[in-house]
């Protein structure tokens, strides 16, 4: 299998310890050169209040009937599975998806240790001190349109990694971290093709 799980979310806040929770979730999967395969998004019903709509422009009446995470949790583990989990600061992402995952009782191998961030490359590969979505796009030449909406973050998220693939030596230097993420168990989950 293979491949790269690019996501992000859009949350309440900005502490799951204080009871933040995912409002938003996107996928965008990739193959081990990187062109997409597919995308996945979903709003989720956080059962509190949304938290900054004015940030993520999501309101409580668009979250009133969507899933919990309960409800998408394996599915989301099956898109994960196998895969180098990939996002732009994605200790973030990461945080909060882990806490959604034990709360539904699910053990994931989702720590930011086991994931790759683009943010990270970029410190690395682009000049100047800013390492924000946007400035990162902007300087690789990536368009970034609907920042701030868990799909076009996203998609950004998967364009700034293709640029990555695109520049970088083959293999890439996180070979070892892909190799272990494809490797990596996920309990009770089957794999998406």
């Known amino acids: 299998m293979g491949g790269y799980a690019v996501v992000d979310t859009e949350t309440t806040g900005f502490s799951p310890a204080r009871g933040d929770r995912v409002l938003e979730v996107a ?77 539904t009782g699910m053990t994931v191998p989702l720590d930011p240790g086991r994931c790759l961030c683009t943010q990270a490359l970029a410190k690395q590969h682009l000049p100047g001190p800013r390492r924000t979505l946007a400035v990162s796009c902007e300087q690789a030449g990536v368009i970034h349109s609907g920042a701030h909406s868990a799909i076009g973050d996203t998609r950004a998220t998967a364009e700034l990694l293709q640029y990555f693939l695109r520049r970088g030596p083959v293999p890439p230097p996180w070979r070892p971290l892909y190799d272990a993420a494809v490797r990596a168990p996920w309990p009770g989950v089957s794999l998406v093709r």
Do not use: K, M, Q, Y
């Open 27 to 103: 996928v965008v999967l990739l193959d081990a050169d990187g062109c997409v395969e597919r995308e996945w998004e979903t709003l989720l019903n956080p059962d509190r209040g949304v938290g900054p709509t004015h940030v993520h422009g999501i309101t409580l009446a668009e979250v009133a009937r969507a899933p919990r995470f309960g409800d998408i949790a394996r599915f989301l583990a099956s898109l994960f599975a196998g895969r180098l989990v990939v996002g732009h600061n994605i200790a973030f992402d990461a945080r909060f998806l882990e806490a959604e995952f034990d709360a």
